[in-house]
């Protein structure tokens, strides 16, 4: 049965959507089968992933209120054993929507469950609230990865996001684990970035992972290319970095033993 792993955190601009697709497009060069879920109604890891928002006619939307057979809805990438689960505007309609459902913060969990079979990972891109489509994230996922970018201001908010999560692992979903919080945008420049480093590393301790995303211009680029940073430029720093956290993930949840090849190569500010 997959893994499903919600990346989340209500701030914006921390690298959610960067990290969803660059995680999963590294999980399936790995050779791990991934489906990405795109929930957010911004709909940036749908066109991250070349494919057109405006397009979509069937994606999360319809997977959230039960209208259409998942499986119907799930489309391929360019990038190797990845799939996506588009979104597109109108997905911002369904948090209306599902507030008159029953069990409404479990519509996600029951769409996503006759496909976890299918995939090794199921990566869902939360969007930047803490709203119902959110909730649903959480509750069907099994862990969620929590990026924090290293700029001033990292902690704020980040609080707010561990009590929902603690929330929703005592009252809907007490199988979800906290798989890491992710230091992304670093600057090796500014020594705020590693006094940020230094912060959330007091804080979280053992939380924290030690894979760092560098701040990388092929990293931005990329999703105007619709491709993943190691489709678009397989050596540059970001791909480094994210094939390293996807290797750090997979030996944290002991599916691999790595050559020494392989190994990490932790990033030291």
């Known amino acids: 049965m997959g893994k499903i792993i919600a990346i989340a955190n209500q701030k914006g601009g921390v690298g959610k959507t960067t990290t969803s697709i660059n995680l999963g497009a590294c999980f399936g060069v790995l050779e791990y089968k991934t489906l990405l879920v795109d929930a957010d109604p911004q709909a940036n890891a749908t066109s991250g992933l070349g494919v057109e928002p405006t397009q979509v006619e069937n994606g999360t939307y319809e997977a959230l209120l039960g209208e259409r057979n998942i499986r119907n809805s799930i489309v391929t990438t360019s990038s190797p054993n990845l799939d996506l689960l588009p979104a597109r505007i109108d997905l911002v309609g369904a948090e209306i929507e599902l507030i008159s459902k029953e069990e409404r913060e479990f519509q996600l969990r029951k769409a996503l469950e006759p496909i976890q079979d299918d995939y ?12 119902l489509i959110t909730i649903n994230s959480l509750v069907a996922s099994d862990a969620v990865l929590i990026p924090v970018q290293c700029e001033y201001f990292a902690l704020e908010g980040l609080g707010k996001l561990l009590n929902t999560i603690k929330i929703v692992q005592t009252s809907l979903n007490e199988a979800l684990d906290i798989e890491g919080i992710l230091l992304t945008m670093y600057d090796t420049r ?9 912060e959330v590393r007091t804080h979280f301790q053992d ?5 760092i995303i560098h701040r990388n211009t092929r990293l931005g680029e ?6 993943s940073i190691i489709m678009h430029d397989a050596s540059s720093k970001g791909s480094i970095n ?6 750090e993930l997979l030996q944290r949840n002991q599916m691999t033993q790595l050559s020494d090849a392989e190994k990490i190569i932790p990033v030291t500010p």
């Open 222 to 227: 990329a999703p105007s290319f619709g491709e």
């Open 242 to 247: 994210y094939l390293n956290l996807a290797r």
């Open 207 to 211: 939380l924290v992972l030690k894979t």
């Open 190 to 198: 500014l020594r705020l970035a590693n006094q940020v480093v230094d």
């Open 120 to 131: 090794d990972f199921i990566i869902i891109d939360c969007s930047p609230s803490l709203g």
